[in-house]
C-alpha cells in the first residue's frame, strides 16, 4: 500500500471536525479553536485553499444546509475516502505518539 | 468641497504583496478606503471614523460563491478582484481582536501554495516571453532596427524580473522579509510591462510607405522628377524594395536635403528587396530619369 503524506495541521482539523457532521467553514474555524485551545486557527485563505483541495481529492464535498433559516448556505461534509484519509492520519499519529513513549 | 476620491497610481510586485496590504491599512487610518485595487491603479473614497485592515492575495478562484463566503463567514468583506487573479479583501479594525483574527493564511503550506500559483503562471509568462524575445532576437540580425532592439530590450529586461520574482517567491520566507523594493525597481518594472509596446511610438515616428508611377510612352525625357518626399525622425536602418521596369535603362535616386545622393541605381529591368539604407535625420526625396515608357515600384519601411 502506498504510504500517505502526513497531513498539515489544517487538514487535519478540517477532517476531524467534519468527522461529527457536516458544517460550514465558519463551523470548522470555531470548532478547531476550540479543541487547540485556541491554538490552531484556519484564516479564510487557509481554508478555501484546503477545502478546494480536499474536494478535489475527494475526501470531502459540498452540500447545501436544510436546515430553517440557513437554507442554501453551503456546507462541507466528509466522504469514505475522507474518513479513510482522517484514519489513516490517526493511526499514523498514534504510531508516532506510541514511539515517543518508548523512548 | 474638498474632493472625497482619489486614484493613486502605485505598482506593487506579487512578492511585495505585503507591503502593499501595510499602504492599505495606513491610507485607512488616515480616512482613505480602497473602493477598488488594481495593478496599476487603486481608488479610494474619503470616510472618516471608520478604519478597516486588508488582505490581499493571489489566487486562481475556481468557485467564486464559494471563495467569498469563505472569507465572510469570518467577517471579511470582499472589496474586488483584478484581472490578474489578485483578490482584495477588508475586515472593520478592532484593537480587541487577536492579530490572528487578521490572518488569511495561518500555515506556511497554504502560503507557499499562493506562491506555487503565481509561479506556475509567471513560468508560463517566461516561456511565452522567450518565445516572442526569440522572433525578436533573428529579425534584429536579418533586419535591425531600433523598434526591434526596444522590443527585444523590454522583453529581455521583463524576462529577467520575473525570474527574479519567481526565485524571490519560491521562498515564501524570504518574500515576507523583503518588504521593500526601491522605486528604481519599481519604475524599470512599469517600463518593462509595457516594454512590448514601448516600441510602438518609433514604429510611428517612421516613414513607411509605398509608391508607384508608369507611363507606357512619353513624349520627351523625364529628367530629375522628384516625385516623393519623406522624412526621417530618427537615425535607424530603413529598408527599400525598388522594382524598375523600362525599355532603356532608367534612373531611380534618392537625394537628401542638401542634395546628396543617398542611393541611386540604373537598371532596365530591376527587383530587389530590402535594400538597407542607413539614414540619418532628414528630409529625403525620390527622384527618377526616364527615356521612354516605364515602371517604377517602391516601398519604403
Known amino acids: ?103 | 468641497m474638498a474632493k472625497n476620491t482619489k486614484t493613486i497610481w502605485k505598482m506593487y510586485s506579487a512578492w511585495n504583496y505585503e507591503k502593499e496590504i501595510e499602504d492599505l491599512n495606513k491610507l485607512s487610518e488616515q480616512g482613505w478606503q480602497l473602493v477598488k485595487g488594481g495593478l496599476l491603479h487603486s481608488k479610494f473614497k474619503k470616510e472618516s471614523g471608520v478604519r478597516f485592515c486588508y488582505q490581499l492575495e493571489y489566487r486562481d478562484v475556481e468557485d467564486m460563491g464559494r471563495y467569498i463566503e469563505t472569507f465572510r463567514e469570518q467577517g471579511w468583506e470582499y472589496v474586488n478582484s483584478t484581472f490578474n487573479h489578485w483578490h482584495y479583501f477588508r475586515k472593520a479594525w478592532d484593537p480587541a481582536l487577536p492579530e490572528e483574527a487578521y490572518e488569511i493564511f495561518t500555515d506556511r503550506e497554504s502560503l507557499r501554495e499562493m506562491s506555487k500559483g503565481w509561479i506556475r503562471v509567471a513560468l508560463i509568462a517566461i516561456v511565452l516571453l522567450a518565445g516572442f524575445a526569440v522572433s525578436r532576437g533573428i529579425r534584429m540580425i536579418d533586419k535591425p532596427q531600433l523598434p526591434t532592439l526596444v522590443q527585444l530590450l523590454a522583453l529581455l529586461l521583463e524576462i529577467g524580473l520575473l525570474l527574479r520574482g519567481v526565485l524571490i517567491m519560491r521562498n515564501p520566507d524570504a518574500s515576507r522579509n523583503r518588504r521593500h523594493d526601491s522605486a528604481v525597481l519599481t519604475a524599470i518594472l512599469v517600463v518593462a510591462l509595457f516594454g512590448a509596446v514601448a516600441a510602438l511610438p518609433l514604429t510611428l515616428l517612421r516613414p513607411s510607405f509605398s509608391t508607384e508611377q508608369r507611363a507606357s510612352a512619353v513624349d520627351e525625357p523625364i529628367v530629375d522628377n522628384r516625385w516623393v518626399d519623406f522624412t526621417v525622425k530618427y537615425p535607424d536602418n530603413y529598408y527599400l524594395d525598388l522594382e524598375m521596369q523600362a525599355e532603356k535603362p532608367m534612373t531611380f535616386i534618392i537625394y537628401n536635403e542638401a542634395g546628396e545622393t543617398v542611393y541611386t541605381r540604373t537598371e532596365s529591368s530591376f527587383r530587389e528587396e530590402d535594400i538597407k539604407l542607413k539614414l540619418p535625420v532628414g528630409t529625403y526625396s525620390f527622384s527618377m530619369s526616364c527615356e521612354t515608357g516605364f515602371e517604377i515600384r517602391c516601398n519604403l519601411n
Open chain 1, 1 to 103: 500500500m502506498k504510504r500517505s503524506e502526513p497531513l498539515s495541521e489544517s487538514y487535519y482539523y478540517i477532517l476531524l471536525c467534519l468527522a461529527k457532521g457536516a458544517t460550514h467553514g465558519y463551523g470548522i474555524m470555531q470548532m478547531t479553536q476550540k479543541l487547540s485551545d485556541g491554538d490552531v486557527t484556519i484564516g479564510s485563505g487557509t481554508m478555501y485553499g484546503a477545502t478546494s483541495n480536499m474536494m478535489k481529492k475527494g475526501w470531502i464535498r459540498e452540500i447545501l444546509s436544510d436546515e430553517p433559516g440557513q437554507e442554501r448556505r453551503r456546507l462541507y461534509q466528509l466522504t469514505d475516502a475522507g474518513r479513510e484519509a482522517l484514519r489513516a492520519e490517526i493511526t499514523r499519529l498514534r504510531r508516532m505518539l506510541a514511539n515517543a513513549e518508548e523512548v
